[in-house]
């Protein structure tokens, strides 16, 4: 995919002494640490590092512009990107580091007395109602703050927000650096994959998931389901799930909100043939491949995990009524590993099961064993998945790491994502 490229400008065309907004992921995973939090993985902000040295290196200020977490709109303290400031302030990396907790006319004015080699990170951009509906207003007020748009966060280019395409409509806009780069090596995986192509997906919110899943089905020999997103699956097929997480469409985006997930996993299910591709030739297996049994318990917290076999244990007392499917079992597990195993090109985005507590973290620690080992291309993508990976030491053994999550589940699938298409040349 061709894309306008921060690294295509030589010379004259350089971006020099103008005032850049960059759009950055600093949507990253926090911590309380002696009673304030702080960033508990910087592997983001690190990624942007090299395109805001290189633009200051030229004399221009920077601008950052980034989310974090879903606030509903509105300011929200658990949501500010202040832990994010303090941290960077910390690291040193650039001394002139400031934080503006607006983007009145007042924060305008401060911007423009700053010089060049300066660096503002502007708060939480879902702090206002025209950032995901990308309104013109919004888009030409944001733009207004700057002279360039670059966009540095590959992970929010699947979201057509204000801050990722809405600016890039307005202003001169150039990928960054590392967007540019990790466009480039998950082209190479999509155009010819080694087969058979085994995706993975897992993770709870299937309204982000379900689209590409289904392209995916289309590309991919074999796609494996798990975590909560798997929970669609196995209602769609009459099997009572009593009280397992099935996102309800009001949770999902407004406009996604007469979807019944359910029915569209069904729908997946019957478009998909019964035959997949193995290493050794084709199998009657189904290729939508969803868990055989799992772990359950009636709280989330629990460390009483009781195993459910989908296929017999299905009994209806007032006692399983209250059971949530958290982890995959150990049958899904060994079937999962085996396809893994038999893989050319294993493409894995989600954790398997309620990772966080240990009680349903087998699921997600297994596949990530058999993606680690097995000889296929390996390529994976979202927050959980690497702290999966990381945790167990095993994110070495990974082929590419995906800074995106869904927006590289999407354009895996071969969807062309708003936020570079606003960047074609
Ligand atoms: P996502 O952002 O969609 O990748 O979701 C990640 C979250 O999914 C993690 O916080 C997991 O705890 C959660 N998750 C995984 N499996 C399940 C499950 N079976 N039920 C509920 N939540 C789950």
């Given at each position: 995919m061709k894309l306008r490229t921060l690294s295509s400008l030589e010379g004259s065309k350089k971006i020099s002494n103008q005032t850049v907004l960059i759009r950055v992921d600093y949507n990253v995973p926090l911590e309380e640490k002696k009673g304030s939090l702080t960033v508990?993985?910087?592997t983001r902000l690190v990624n942007s590092k090299k395109t805001i040295d290189w633009l200051l290196e030229n004399g221009n200020k920077v601008i950052l512009l980034s989310h974090l977490g879903r606030p509903k709109e509105a300011p929200e303290a658990k949501y500010s990107l202040r832990p994010v400031f303090n941290y960077l302030k910390e690291q040193n990396w650039w001394p002139k580091l400031s934080f503006i907790d607006n983007i009145s006319q007042d924060a305008k004015d401060e911007i423009s007395l700053l010089r060049g080699g300066e660096v503002v990170i502007l708060e939480n951009?879902?702090?206002y109602i025209g950032e995901k509906q990308n309104t013109r207003g919004h888009a030409q007020w944001l733009a207004s703050f700057g002279d360039v748009f670059v966009n540095e966060a590959f992970s929010s280019c699947h979201r057509a927000h204000a801050s990722t395409v809405g600016i890039?409509?307005?202003?001169?806009s150039y990928a960054g650096f590392a967007l540019e780069e990790e466009v480039n090596a998950l082209e190479k995986i999509i155009k010819t994959p080694a087969r058979p192509l085994v995706a993975v997906v897992g993770g709870a919110k299937i309204s982000d998931k379900v689209e590409a899943t289904a392209n995916l089905a289309r590309m991919a020999d074999v796609v494996l389901v798990g975590g909560g997103v798997a929970n669609n699956f196995i209602k769609a097929q009459k099997v009572e799930v009593h009280k397992s997480y099935l996102e309800s469409a009001?949770?999902?985006d407004d406009k996604k909100k007469d979807i019944?997930?359910?029915k569209t996993a069904k729908k997946i299910i019957e478009e998909n043939c019964w035959e997949?591709?193995?290493?050794?030739g084709y199998i009657p297996l189904q290729k939508i491949v969803y868990p055989v049994d799992v772990w359950a318990a009636s709280d989330l917290k629990s460390d009483q995990a009781q195993l459910i076999n989908l296929d017999r244990d299905m009994h209806d007392t007032d006692k399983d009524k209250n059971l949530m499917y958290l982890d995959i079992g150990p049958k899904t597990i060994r079937?999962?590993?085996e396809i893994i195993l038999s893989a050319g090109t294993v493409f894995w985005n989600g954790p398997m099961?309620?990772?966080e507590n240990p009680s349903f973290s087998m699921g997600t620690g297994e596949i990530a064993r058999a993606v680690a080992k097995t000889s296929a291309v390996t390529v994976i993508g979202g927050g959980d998945t690497i702290d999966a990976l990381k945790n167990a030491q095993l994110e070495k053994q990974i082929d590419f790491v995906s800074t995106g999550g869904s927006a590289s589940l999407e354009f895996l699938a071969g969807k062309v994502l708003s936020g570079l298409a606003v960047l074609a040349p």
């Open positions: 508990a993985d910087d951009m879902r702090f890039a409509q307005i202003l001169p009001v949770e999902a019944n997930y359910v997949v591709y193995l290493k050794d079937l999962f590993q099961g309620v990772f």
